[in-house]
């Protein structure tokens, strides 16, 4: 093995494939399945009658119709279900138009609100999604039907790629920089630039001129706080408020955020990456149910 | 037929050539809808807009400002490439000082040895604007004549307002048929249309765009319409962008056709005729280009557009709108909360979008869609 190959992978966030333990497959009527093909995370959500049955949360390789695949197959799992039983499959997120299994495609954004709709409840109206690449912001009704969204332009500062990146530079694990960002004696200026190349120099300079490696996650965490604000200010924030994607289990950026707009986001025991997944799960559920389904 | 205009806007700089050879006439390019065209044509010169190419290009930063809208750069490297060689002049119409700073540039490292600025008021809402305007159009003409070394009567003028006013009416013809239900002309096809008209001779434009409008009766196009969409906003010309959100209904669930528009590159630029039965011909032509719909430059102290836009809205029953700005563009940043609450306000949800030189395909067809989807979410959804 060349070092290269040996070095930690700090950047790695936990795969998971869950099934509903208190739902049994031959009880089941309509099984659908929404499959968020991202462009850092795929996911595959399976939906029997109205309810999430199991799904698979696993990294996008560079083919969307195989990654497509593999989030489904490791949402079949053990769960006793074979593809051939799901009703209507719906695909959403960026490779929305290559997931071969797809019976149609919704985008993300009506996916996403929808989804949180779900997961959080239906009181949600402003849902916060960050994913790898993009940050978007949408209203929606109590149906979990968009009203109006806003999404970063042009550069993907701010974003979960962002943090992968900043994660595997100061080598600490990304699912210990939220933690590690509040374990700090005072908190410092964000940087200045949630570039990430800018960044990289930044922290680079910080290190060197003595800061904490906890320090500098602080102000990089304040930092993508800060830019993600901005979106979300500029489309205005009706409560209850609700944070999807990989961002949300990062707290120093999230609760750094929360600060800053003074009031706290939703909770959920779901896995906050699988709302663009359960959203096109439950569209394809209430199609199938509406016998606007596979003909 | 209807291919030829996509030619004509793909091909911009051969049919000048050609028709230069043609006609061993002038040709002048102008960088902003308020040239009087009608003037140029008395005097049998071709007046062409100059527009950008859409290609990345590297030869505007040590002319021009990085925050002056990207339209403004994109006209200036097509000078400093010397694209538009052929032209024997250059002439602004007094509108955004980005664009003038463009034309400044171009005068000063490309000029073709004639370059005109005409002040057109930007006050169009004063009593005072046609008179002054009539008074500039003088010294423009007196301009003109040392270009052309010839001398233009009124019947010329009246001559070059009936040209100008035929393109212009057979264009508002082709946009009737987009009201139909199924339009039997793109969006995109309807803007190669538009487009061409700054790059052929108002004549021979009006001449082929007849022929299509007969075509128009009985044409069908075999797609659904989807969702009718309007785009607002500053100069543009991104027919890729409108192609790419007229496609969107093949592979997605949702579709859409562009309907009508409010762009200068559009409505704004022939959707007013001159009025023929006004009798001094350069009174005529000052009204018309002080009473057309404005360019936000000049739509103060009233917002006089909000009432064109929604009147085209509600004639082409449109189903949202897609707010398109060029970025930095000022005047239409500044103008675009307005438009959006007064359409929302009248119950046409809107979108909006911030273009470039070139625009983001992957992130654009997203926003697009959602948009889309928020405006014809089958109900059956939820």
């Known amino acids: ?295 | 037929m209807i291919e030829q205009f996509k030619q004509w806007y793909d091909k911009r700089h051969v049919y000048a050539r050609e028709w230069k050879e043609r006609n061993g006439g002038k040709i002048v390019g102008f960088f902003c809808t308020y040239a009087p065209e009608e003037i140029f044509y008395a005097f049998d010169v071709l007046p062409v807009r100059v527009l950008g190419s859409h290609e990345p290009q590297d030869v505007t930063e040590p002319h021009i400002f990085g925050m002056f809208c990207p339209f403004c750069r994109d006209v200036l490297a097509q000078g400093l490439k010397g694209r538009y060689d052929y032209l024997d002049g250059i002439m602004i119409a007094q509108s955004c000082l980005h664009l003038r700073q463009a034309f400044t540039s171009w005068e000063i490292h490309k000029n073709p040895g004639w370059s005109y600025f005409l002040p057109m008021p930007n006050h169009v809402q004063s009593k005072r604007a046609i008179p002054f305007l009539k008074e500039e159009y003088k010294l423009l003409i007196e301009k003109l004549e040392e270009l052309t070394g010839k001398k233009i009567t009124d019947d010329d003028l009246r001559r070059g307002i009936k040209i100008m006013n035929r393109a212009r009416q057979v264009m508002k013809d082709i946009y009737e048929f987009r009201k139909r239900e199924a339009p039997p002309i793109t969006g995109a096809e309807s803007m190669y249309m538009t487009c061409a008209q700054f790059f052929t001779h108002a004549t021979e434009f009006a001449e082929v765009a007849e022929k299509v409008l007969v075509e128009l009766e009985t044409r069908k196009l075999d797609r659904d319409p989807g969702k009718r969409i309007m785009l607002v906003g500053s100069e543009n010309d991104d027919i890729e962008y409108i192609n790419m959100i007229e496609h969107l209904g093949e592979q997605e669930s949702v579709g859409c056709t562009l309907v009508v528009e409010d762009h200068c590159t559009t409505t704004r630029y022939f959707w007013d005729l001159v009025d023929e039965s006004i009798d001094d011909p350069l009174d005529a032509i000052a009204t018309r280009y002080v009473n057309r719909t404005a360019c936000p430059t000049k739509d103060w102290p009233q917002r006089t557009r909000l009432k064109r836009i929604l009147e085209l809205a509600k004639d082409f029953n449109v189903d949202g709108a897609i707010i398109v700005q060029q970025k930095f563009c000022d005047p239409h940043e500044t103008d675009i909360p307005f438009i959006r609450k007064f359409l929302e306000e009248n119950d046409i949800p809107t979108y909006f979008l911030e273009f470039d030189v070139t625009v983001p395909a992957g992130p654009f067809a997203i926003r697009t869609e959602a948009f889309l989807e928020q405006l014809g979410m089958e109900d059956d959804l939820f």
């Open chain 1, 1 to 295: 093995m060349t070092d290269e190959t040996k070095k930690e992978e700090f950047w790695r966030w936990t795969e998971a494939n869950w099934k509903n333990p208190d739902m049994k497959l031959e009880d089941l009527k309509i099984i659908t399945a929404g499959i968020d093909v991202g462009s850092v995370s795929s996911q595959a959500v399976i939906v029997g009658d109205g309810q999430i049955f199991a799904y698979g949360n696993m990294r996008t390789g560079s083919d969307s119709p195989e990654s497509a695949r593999n989030a489904l197959n490791y949402a079949l799992k053990d769960t006793g279900l074979h593809e051939d039983r799901i009703d209507y499959c719906i695909g959403t997120g960026y490779g929305r138009v290559n997931v071969p299994m797809a019976d149609r495609s919704i985008t993300e954004i009506a996916c996403h609100a929808r989804g949180a709709n779900f997961i959080y409840g239906p009181e949600v109206r402003t849902v916060l999604d960050v994913g790898g690449q993009d940050c978007k912001a949408i209203r929606c009704d109590g149906r979990g039907k968009v009203t109006n969204f806003l999404m970063n332009d042009k550069c993907a500062a701010g974003t979960g790629r962002g943090m992968e990146v900043f994660a595997d530079l100061l080598s600490v694990p990304i699912t210990e920089v939220g933690d590690r960002s509040f374990d700090i004696k005072e908190e410092p200026a964000p940087v200045s630039s949630t570039c990430v190349v800018y960044a990289k120099t930044e922290a680079t300079g910080l290190l060197r001129s003595g800061w904490e490696v906890n320090e500098v996650l602080a102000a990089y965490c304040s930092a993508m706080a800060e830019r993600i604000y901005s979106l979300i200010e500029r489309i205005g924030v009706q409560e209850k408020f609700a944070i999807t994607g990989g961002m949300a289990k990062n707290k120093g950026v999230i609760n750094r955020l929360m600060k800053i707009m003074g009031l706290e986001a939703m909770k959920t025991q779901w896995d906050t990456q699988i709302a663009g997944a359960a959203g096109a799960a439950l569209f394809a559920h209430t199609l199938v149910e509406r016998g606007k389904g596979r003909k």
